[in-house]
């Protein structure tokens, strides 16, 4: 069973992501079209390069995510350290590490740009906040005046990874004719997490062309892997203004709420509990990586035990049309 795969955000939770793939290939599901928000489109970036859910358990299981917090030891200084690279760099810590990661993987695997992979194989999710909108990678580099195909995967994915004033926002430069009446300064703009506007873009591939197949076109179904539960409350110690920045994005972060989903997706997506570990909780013991996996993994099975593409769907259709002011809830 082939499916386009959409994967949410959620930092160090997104270990659970990997046991919900494994789950998925176990059940027999292949993966055509993957997309992903910030640690989603890790997951998402692994599965385009060809790794399998094995692979993956083990390269995600095998990381230490503390390891991905790294700044010179000048910005390490207590009280003025953390503050002053904030002030400087615009982040706690510089992202770089991740994107090294992430490079070293994928070029494993033979991938570096985006001409490495299949045509819209992976689309990456970031948040472009100098100019206030949601940007499609790799497609959307283009009103940058940026050629797409040669742009570097792991760039992309740390785009998307970039939490608000946790890591450093990445900096792209316009050019051609974008660049055209701007001032230098104009030129220049920041991305950030994709999470900050579209945590779950299960929407991406609803307008996605329809694949060949039989008599007529067949569309291909799109199932979401979401990370749902709520983390327990994280107490902050407030001693200036950029220790409270700091737990006002690490409270905007971890807080989880209920949204909405319309009726139709809900019956699509495996929704994994994530049993009250953080998005920044980077110093995770082995013990919560296991049992977020295990999550994923049994979130997984169990949704590929019950769904079949469109069976579902098809009947909430009917309910709606017999009660068209019902409303679900995620």
């Not at 079209?33 to 970036?45: F, Q, Y």
């Not at 990456?124 to 949601?134: K, N, V």
Request: proline residues 5%.
């Amino acid at each position: 069973m082939e499916i386009n795969a959409v994967f949410e955000g959620g930092g160090v939770k997104g270990i659970s992501l990997a046991g919900a793939v494994q789950a998925s290939e176990d059940a027999g599901v292949t993966f055509n079209r993957v997309a992903g928000t910030s640690s989603g489109s890790i997951v998402a970036s692994l599965l385009a390069a060809g790794y399998s859910g094995e692979e993956m358990s083990r390269i995600i299981r095998g990381t230490s995510f503390r390891s991905f917090l790294k700044r010179s030891p000048f910005f390490n200084t207590k009280l003025i350290g953390p503050a002053l690279r904030v002030m400087l760099k615009k982040g706690l810590y510089s992202g770089e590490a991740l994107e090294s990661w992430i490079r070293g993987i994928l070029r494993q695997k033979g991938i570096v740009s985006f001409r490495d992979l299949p045509p819209g194989k992976l689309s990456i999710i970031a948040s472009d906040i100098t100019d206030g909108r949601l940007v499609i990678l790799p497609e959307g580099l283009e009103e940058y005046g940026i050629n797409p195909d040669y742009f570097e995967v792991a760039k992309a994915v740390r785009m998307s990874c970039s939490i608000p004033y946790f890591f450093d926002p990445v900096m792209l430069r316009r050019s051609g004719k974008a660049a055209e009446g701007k001032s230098f300064a104009e030129q220049f703009v920041y991305m950030v997490d994709g999470g900050l506007l579209s945590n779950f873009p299960i929407w991406l591939f609803e307008k996605k062309e329809k694949e060949p197949g039989g008599q007529g076109a067949v569309k291909v179904p799109v199932v979401g892997y979401q990370m749902v539960g709520h983390t327990a409350p994280q107490a902050h110690r407030i001693t200036g203004p950029f220790s409270m920045l700091q737990a006002l994005v690490g409270t905007m972060l971890s807080a989880h709420d209920e949204r909405y989903i319309e009726q139709e997706k809900i019956v699509r997506t495996v929704k994994i509990p994530t049993l009250g570990i953080g998005t920044v909780q980077f110093e995770l013991t082995p013990e919560e990586s296991t049992a977020l996996y295990n999550s994923g993994y049994h979130a997984g099975k169990e949704f590929f035990r019950k769904w079949r593409p469109g069976r579902l769907e098809k009947l909430l259709i009917v309910n709606k049309k017999a009660s068209p002011h019902s409303r679900w809830n995620a």
